[in-house]
């Protein structure tokens, strides 16, 4: 008889987990980095505050998006996607093309 251990298959504990950098989530990094880049620009280059508001506006920018997206950005971004809106409409049909071509006989030319 077979032992208990050898009927199952092990498999990788990390499969189906979101990735991660340490604590942060991988797909927090491109938006993190571009919160952090426009907090210095603002800031730090044209309201010229000095570094301890830099970073401050900084952290508050990166912790309200971390709150706002934590459990998926779908769930927040999705509601500025807008939706389709349906309408049934009755039209008369026209063609567009006309279907009926006159036959041209080339062969023959005409003189005046």
């Not at 991660?20 to 505050?49: E, M, N, T």
């Not at 039209?91 to 005409?110: A, C, D, M």
Request: one cysteine or more; a positive charge; charged letters at 20%.
């Amino acid at each position: 008889m077979e032992s208990e251990k050898s009927k199952y298959r092990k498999v990788n504990a990390t499969l189906g987990k979101q990735p991660s950098i340490g604590p942060f989530p991988a797909d927090q990094l491109v938006p993190w980095a571009i919160i952090c880049g426009s907090s210095y620009y603002l800031a730090h280059g044209l309201l010229r505050l000095n570094w301890v508001w830099t970073i401050s506006i900084a952290a508050w920018g990166i912790s309200t998006w971390w709150v706002l997206t934590a459990n998926g950005a779908w769930r927040i971004l999705s509601k500025f996607v807008s939706t389709p809106n349906w309408n049934r409409v009755g039209i008369r049909y026209e063609q567009l093309v006309n279907t009926r071509t006159k036959k041209v006989n080339s062969k023959r030319t005409h003189k005046k």
